[in-house]
Every structure is written in C-alpha cells, then in structure tokens.
C-alpha cells in the first residue's frame, strides 16, 4: 500500500530504520490527566487514581520520513476497552515528518527548531517556536548498558475530526540504559499549548525512571478508523 505526502511516495510499514532516545516516566495523578486528552471518548488508564505520563527526545538518524529531531509527551489511555499511547505534544523539526505525520495518523505534529545532545548520561535540550525559546528539557540515566534487545508493540491513538485514529506501531529496542530516580530539568519559558500541558501534567521533580536507548526501530502500519 503506498500513499503520497506532498509529492513523495512513501509505502506501508513506514520504516524507521535507526533512531536513538532518552525518555522519563512520571507518575501523575489521572485527575490532571484528563483535561489534557483531545478526545472525550478516550479515559486514562490509570491504577488507584495515578497514571504515567512519558516525555522522550529522539533523534531520527534513517528513516522513511529523513533524519529529524522529535520531542514526545504521552499518556496511556483505552478507547473501546483497548490500551493506547496518546501523544499530547509531538514537536519536530522535519516538515516534511510534521505533514506525514498529520495525514498518515492524525499525530500532532509541529514544527519547531532544537538544539538536541544525547549521550551515554542522557539527553540535554532546547526548543524553540516562532524564533522563541518554549522549553528546556534535560534527562539523565544510567552510564550502563543492558545487553538485551527488546522488541515493543504498542497503539498510537489520535483523535482528528471527530474520528479516532488507531496506529499500530511494531519495534525493538537494543543497548538500554535504565535509571531510578534520576534527575531531571524541565524549564517552561512563557505561555504555549506544550508547556501547559506539562504544567497540567504537575509532574513531580523526579521521575520514576528514565531510560535511554542507542538503537530503536520500528513499523507504522496505516492508521484505522475506529470511529
């Protein structure tokens, strides 16, 4: 199956061929959460009231959609009794990803300029829109690697026109570094729909976990519309 995006062919699975990542996990109260979703259809998944929410810096060195910076910021949801990730921010700096991405599956994406370092202690970072500085984002983890390849599945869901957008999306995962309470740094700088969604977010000083990943793969199938 092949489809165009602004006068480029790209064929289904979308391949993301190599990109690497740090990301933190918050623990969040699901109160807070819900506020903040696009859809009111979809409701947080959430145990005794807390949830997570995930915000990842990833660079896109081969891909389908070219080479990219991307900041995420997630929360898990279910629509129709199914389990999801909801991306609530989805900031790039590829227009040519930021117009796939909108299409394909709905994501939220935007294009903004970033000054972007991962290393083997994290991940330092800096994001601009309009010419403006919105956010700070540092992320530290573990300098020891885990000799293990892990492969992941999940279900990217959007909500676009009135319509859910279920996105399968099929990894894997190869030298992690997993780090407990590590520190982290998020700066807001004034008024913009990322930085309010964190401040919703209230997330706590530290995460729960960090984890950072030198070689990460995976599929997009075409998104489904579920309603």
């Known amino acids: 199956m092949s489809v165009t995006v602004e006068d480029r062919t790209l064929t289904f699975p979308v391949r ?13 109260r699901a109160a807070d959460v819900r506020p903040v ?11 005794a009231g ?3 929410a995930v915000l990842a810096l990833l660079r896109y060195l081969v891909s389908d959609l070219g080479a990219y910076d991307e900041l995420g910021l997630a929360v898990p949801v279910r629509h129709l009794g199914r389990l999801g990730a909801h991306l609530l921010q989805l900031p790039v700096t590829g227009p040519f990803t930021t117009a ?6 709905g994501l939220p994406k935007w294009l903004a300029d970033a000054d972007l370092s991962l ?18 984002a540092a992320l530290r983890t573990s300098p020891t690697v885990l000799p293990v390849s892990v492969p992941a599945r999940l279900t990217a869901l ?13 990894g894997r995962a190869r030298g992690l570094r997993v780090g407990f309470g590590a520190a982290a740094r998020l ?4 008024p913009h729909p990322l930085t309010d969604d964190l401040r919703a977010l209230r997330l706590p000083r530290r ?14 199938d075409p998104a489904q519309v579920v309603r």
């Open 50 to 52: 807390r949830t997570v």
């Open 37 to 47: 979703l696009r859809d009111a259809e979809f409701e947080v998944a959430a145990v």
């Open 16 to 28: 993301i061929a190599d990109a690497t990542a740090v990301a933190g996990c918050w623990v969040v």
């Open 100 to 105: 796939a991405g909108r299409q394909l599956w």
């Open 158 to 170: 959007a909500a676009r026109d009135g319509d859910v957008l279920r996105s399968p999306v099929r």
């Open 187 to 190: 700066v807001g700088h004034g």
């Open 119 to 136: 290393g083997p202690r994290g991940a330092t970072s800096e994001w601009r829109a309009d010419g403006h500085v919105v956010l700070e």
């Open 207 to 220: 995460p729960l976990l960090t984890v950072g990943i030198e070689h990460l793969s995976f599929d997009m």
